[in-house]
Structures are given as structure tokens and as C-alpha cells.
């Protein structure tokens, strides 16, 4: 088992920038990927960006590339999503997600641990 805790959401501008946290603590040797995913009140959970832990290689979803930034802290098992130029429409409860399946990438069903979420919230 892995758990993983979030911490970083809050209120912020259109335009500011938030960062977010996701500590990994358990069976953290198993991990192959950990990414974020972030859902929109109405809508279906989405991909945002992972990271691969073996090669540390990042994807992005396309509506964030450019603006937010995966990076990972190996001594403290920790993924940091960095927000940046934050627009409304990037108003969702974000997830930190872990997986052992390769390929994972950013298909949500393939991710088998998740945090409790964290509420950013852009207001224009």
C-alpha cells in the first residue's frame, strides 16, 4: 500500500500561482509513476501531469503545459506540482495519484492510489 497526503490548495487570482505537495509514504519502492489529476464540479476527473520515477520524465495535459511544472523531491518521496498563470477554468479539487502499472501515463484508471484532494480555486 502506498498513501499519499496533499497539501498547497487555497484561493488565488486569475493570473497567481499556487504549489501543490503530495508526500508518498508505505511501499513507495513500487511506484512507477505519480501524477496529479484534478475534477471540476460536473465533470469527469482529469489528467493534469505525472511524473515517471524511474526516468523522471514529466507529461503534461495540453489545456496546462507551459504554465504548471512537475518536479519530485527523492529524499522526502515527495511529487511538487507548481501552478503558474492560473486561469478560472483551472478551478478543481486536484488529486495525487500513484501507480505500480507501467504505461500509466495519464490514464486515470490505471492509477491505484489516491490522496484526499485539494480545492485550488481561481477566481477572475
Known amino acids: 500500500q502506498v498513501q499519499l497526503v496533499e497539501s498547497g490548495g487555497g484561493l488565488v487570482q486569475a493570473g497567481g500561482s499556487l504549489r501543490l505537495s503530495c508526500a508518498a509514504s508505505?511501499?513507495?519502492?513500487?511506484?512507477?509513476?505519480m501524477g496529479w489529476f484534478r475534477q471540476a464540479p460536473g465533470k469527469e476527473r482529469e489528467f493534469v501531469a505525472t511524473?515517471?520515477?524511474?526516468?523522471?520524465?514529466?507529461y503534461y495535459a495540453d489545456s496546462v503545459k507551459g504554465r504548471f511544472t512537475l518536479s519530485r523531491d527523492n529524499a522526502k518521496n515527495t511529487v511538487y506540482l507548481q501552478l503558474n498563470s492560473l486561469k478560472p477554468e483551472d478551478t478543481a479539487v486536484y488529486y495525487c495519484?500513484?501507480?505500480?502499472?507501467?504505461?500509466?501515463?495519464?490514464?486515470?484508471?490505471?492509477?491505484?492510489?489516491w490522496g484526499q484532494g485539494t480545492q485550488v480555486t481561481v477566481s477572475s
Open positions: 511524473i515517471i520515477w524511474s526516468s523522471t520524465n514529466t
Open positions: 508505505g511501499r513507495t519502492f513500487s511506484v512507477s509513476a
Open positions: 495519484a500513484a501507480t505500480n502499472r507501467p504505461y500509466a501515463f495519464g490514464d486515470v484508471s490505471q492509477y491505484i492510489y
